[in-house]
């Protein structure tokens, strides 16, 4: 049986390749051609091997193609599942988007709600801080005000404290010890343990502004105890002085004297309450006493405010009108009368008012009466005011 390419006729040109002939020789020509045999012997085996060459590569298409097709189909297998897959991914990851789109608006909105709220409570609580801080403010500044009111008023009153203090520290002294604090005045010592004199009359020491001075004692009248702060007795002491000898003293402990506001004041706090006698005599031998169951003066910043109440005695009532009157010499007016310097129109130094009825410490005339302007050593309810006593002497003792 011949196959269809063996009638159509094949042929191997010179190297051995198969030629497709479309016109075969008819079989008498080849029969024919005897001299060529043994050429036609060798030319039918290659047709052989041209023939299973071509079953060869005939199979080897069909295998090549089936593969080729196979993969063909193949790969539409996996196009198809990969467009299916693609599909579901798209589906899903529309769908993903879509939830996360859903999700991140849902976000968005309620981040933006709590914004809202956040900062509504901001604006909220912002306002009621800064009114909380406006009426914190309004309170501090009031209360700064307040206070910068009371220490400047604070701060004046400790100023005059502290001048005031300063000054009486200064002119007062303080009693430290106790021998100081027993020792303060005659009433507290010994009658017997005077530096001269005698127990009746004499000099004692005391202790006065923190220092021992000599005192004057009278033990003589009453139950005695009296320090006598004043003496006039013979004209021999100037007492024409200006503020700081009458705050200091001046004179002869003996003679005539002033123990000076200062040291008079210090006895003065020894005691509850002290009282004051005066003796007075005049030129004729006369003698008279005026007595004080209250006496005091005031500290320094009072210029020693007279007070004098209680009176007894036999020379009259001569210091009630002084009574409540600063102590003025004639550098430091501070009397009752604005248009006269008493102290100096009356050459004293006194509780004046306007001016006075009694000068203890004016000038000591020894010719009675004097004329001039009412300026002796004068007691104005006994001898009147233009009367110069002969002896005047101011003690005081503490009420018991
Ligand atoms: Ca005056």
Redesign the pocket.
Known sequence: MQSRQESEGVYMNEKDDVVFQSKPMPPETQSSNSGKHQLTTSTQNDRDVARKKYKFNVIISMVVAFVFIATLALFGVQANWASVNNNQNIELKENTESAMRTSEKTHLDMIQELKEKIESAMRTSENNHLDMIQDIRHQLQNMTRSSERYHSALMRNISDLANVDDRQSREIGILHTEQERKKVECSKIDRYAFKSGNESRGVFEIYVSRQKVDVYCDHSIGAGGWTVFQRRMDGSVDFFRNRSEYVNGFGSITGEFWIGLIPLYNILQTAETFQLRIDLEDWDGGKRFAEYSRFDIGSPSTDYTLTASGYSGTAADSLAYHNGMRFSTKDH?V?G??N???ADHHKGAWWYKACHWSNLNGIYHKVQPHLSNSDGTSWGSWRGSLYSLKFVEMKIRPNT
């Open positions: 007016d009397d009368e604005s006269v310097n008493c």
